[in-house]
């Protein structure tokens, strides 16, 4: 898989290059590509931002520069094209899953208010493009976005992950959230690890490791117990 970003701020893309995403570059597992937008100005002020048409606060990203900047990343090769934003559709394990198969992406990282909306209408027109949100909250920019984003996606490729079981058996893989998990010592501070972990028993120790996650899912997740498809939930689940 190819990676390209485009953003005001590359320095703010240097952990991708770092650890086990480092590692998967370095592998050639995946290729990465930053892109300083500012490549693509022509002023002496190097200017990406204007007034917002019909008024509100702050600016806008000027469309002719990320027009530039896109077509000279983009090239001919077919690509997704990622556009971090508030107003997107949520990014999840899904999302990740999904993109994981994907030859190419390409994030374009907007700041100030976010980019001229015809940016994305005008690349819609020729590829796929997503605008995400990578939660209910408000960055300054979307390129802490895309670190998540490509660490998510990053991490589902073949040969990245030392253990690939856990690729699969994410939470979320389930519906449900992970539960509580325990290593030596087994007490610590006055508390000890549950005695089922070090039964033996399997069974028993798989039923505990449901019910946790049942449990945890209830308190803190109770949308993606009601998500659950009915076959997802058996006769002993249905206690939670
Ligand atoms: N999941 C998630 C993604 C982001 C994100 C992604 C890209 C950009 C580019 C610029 N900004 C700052 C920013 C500030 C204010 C507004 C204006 N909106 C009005 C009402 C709520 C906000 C928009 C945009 C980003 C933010 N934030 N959160």
Not at 32 to 37: E, K, M, R, S
Request: overall charge negative.
């Amino acid at each position: 898989m190819r990676i390209d970003v485009v953003t005001i701020f590359p320095g703010y893309l240097a952990p991708l290059r770092e650890a086990l995403l480092g590692r998967a570059i370095e592998a050639g597992l995946v290729e990465l590509g930053v892109h300083d937008l500012r490549d693509w100005t022509h002023d002496v002020h190097q200017a990406v931002d204007d007034s917002p048409y019909g008024g509100g606060p702050g600016m806008v990203m000027r469309p002719q520069v990320w027009g530039e900047a896109l077509d000279a990343v983009l090239g001919d090769a077919p690509a997704r094209l990622v556009v971090p934003t508030p107003a997107g559709r949520p990014f999840t394990q899904a999302t990740a899953q999904a993109w994981a198969g994907e030859e190419r992406l390409v994030f374009a990282c907007g700041r100030y208010e976010g980019i001229d909306q015809r940016v994305v209408d005008a690349y819609a027109q020729r590829m796929p493009v997503d605008e995400v949100s990578i939660g209910d909250y408000v960055l300054v920019g979307g390129e802490v976005a895309v670190l998540v984003m490509v660490e998510a996606v990053v991490r589902l490729l073949p040969g990245v992950l030392g253990n690939p079981v856990s690729a699969q058996e994410d939470s979320f893989s389930d519906g449900l959230l992970e539960g509580p998990a325990y290593t030596r010592p087994v007490s610590w501070r006055g508390l000890d690890v549950p005695d089922v972990l070090r039964s033996g028993n399997h069974a028993a120790i798989a039923r505990w490791r449901r019910d946790r996650a049942l449990e945890r899912t209830a308190a803190r997740r109770p949308d993606l117990l009601d998500a659950l498809p009915d076959h997802a939930l058996d006769r002993t689940d249905r206690a939670f």
